[in-house]
């Protein structure tokens, strides 16, 4: 069991910035941040496998980055030069199995875990 906690979430302008955090009571091999705007799927747009590999969407590529602190068991996402389309439900999940598939798809399937979400919101 993984429970997470987002947090970070919040209102910014075009062009600005905000950094997502998610608690963890525990790391799993995977991490992964997913974002939803109402009445679309849940998308994923950056993934961090336990030794550091990282992958991210086209849209985000660039712009966010994930890390991860293990010792405190938190993630993150640095959102930066953020837009109107960015808007969004930000949720955080674990995987707790193998990652190759999340690295290369950063599809939801293996993600058994999931915070509540934390809401973003651009404006121009």
């Known amino acids: 069991l993984v429970d997470l906690v987002e947090s970070g979430g919040g209102s910014a302008q075009t062009g600005g910035s905000l950094r997502l955090s998610c608690e963890a009571s525990?790391?799993?091999?995977?991490m992964g941040w997913f974002r939803q705007v109402a009445g679309n799927q849940r998308v994923g747009i950056a993934v961090i496998a336990n030794d550091g590999t990282t992958s991210y969407a086209d849209s985000v590529k660039g712009r966010f980055a994930i890390s991860k602190d293990n010792a405190k068991n938190i993630f993150y996402l640095q959102m930066n030069s953020l837009q109107p389309e960015d808007t969004a439900m930000y949720y955080c999940a674990a995987n707790p199995f193998t990652c190759l598939d999340s690295i290369e798809t950063l599809a939801s399937r293996n993600f058994g875990y999931w915070g509540r979400g934390t809401q973003v919101t651009v404006s121009s």
């Open positions: 525990r790391i799993t091999y995977c």
